[in-house]
């Protein structure tokens, strides 16, 4: 979380985001209520390089949203990588199907349309990356449930990690959003099968490594 003029900054020196992902952003603000559940090019390239770096070969996505982050993390598969990516709401599955069709990985992107909390436990899979970026009062279970299905050395990141900085504040009882994060960030320094560090990243992504 930074200012103003250094998100602007960050932005004008971070590599441009392709035009079928600008077109993708712009129909995502047109189309959709909540556009800021789009990655954006900072973080959607973050998330690339992180995928190129670890070179993926199986990737699982809880929160498709309109297929950014998906685009960008499927970019590090291996040749043989499959992404699976889970979205609960059939409405958006438009625009996010429209547009990983257009990419070089459409056939590498494997795309669910459910609750996440369902479709994992079928998912017969052991990934080397995880994103979560899905309703934030359920983080906790989505971590529980993806843990044993992640390889050792593998990892696991989670956006959203500051919740607009209300995890600094003063909450009450009827935000599960905010406790869900609270809830889940404690858990994760304090469990020792893991590392972590929480990336202040945007709003903040909780990087989590999976000890060997």
């Known amino acids: 979380m930074v200012n103003e003029k250094l998100t602007k900054y960050i932005e004008e020196h971070t590599t441009p985001e392709s035009e079928l992902l600008y077109k993708l952003d712009r129909e995502t603000h047109l189309k959709t209520f909540y556009p800021r559940m789009l990655s954006g ?3 959607g390239k973050f998330l690339e390089m992180i995928s190129c770096m670890i070179r993926p070969e199986a990737i699982l996505e809880i929160g498709t949203f309109t297929g950014y982050s998906a685009i960008c993390l499927s970019r590090g598969l291996t040749e043989t990588g499959v992404l699976h990516t889970i979205e609960i709401n059939p409405e958006i599955q438009n625009i996010s199907e ?7 990985y459409s056939q590498k992107i494997k795309r669910y349309i459910g609750n996440a909390l369902e479709v994992i436990p079928t998912i017969d899979e052991t990934f080397d990356l995880v994103f979560i970026d899905a309703d934030k009062e359920n983080y906790l279970s989505y971590y529980k449930l993806v ?3 992640v390889c050792p050395g593998g990892f696991i ?3 959203n990690a500051l919740w607009g900085g209300k995890v600094i504040q003063e909450i ?3 935000d599960k959003e905010t406790r869900g994060i609270l809830e889940f960030n404690d858990f994760i320094q304090n469990d020792n099968r893991v590392e972590n560090v929480l990336v202040s990243l945007r709003d903040g ?3 989590i490594r999976k000890k060997e």
């Open 41 to 43: 090019n900072t973080q």
């Open 98 to 104: 429209k547009y990983i069709k257009m990419t070089d």
């Open 147 to 149: 843990y044993d299905k």
């Open 157 to 159: 990141l989670a956006d």
């Open 172 to 174: 009450n009882n009827s």
């Open 205 to 207: 992504i909780m990087m």
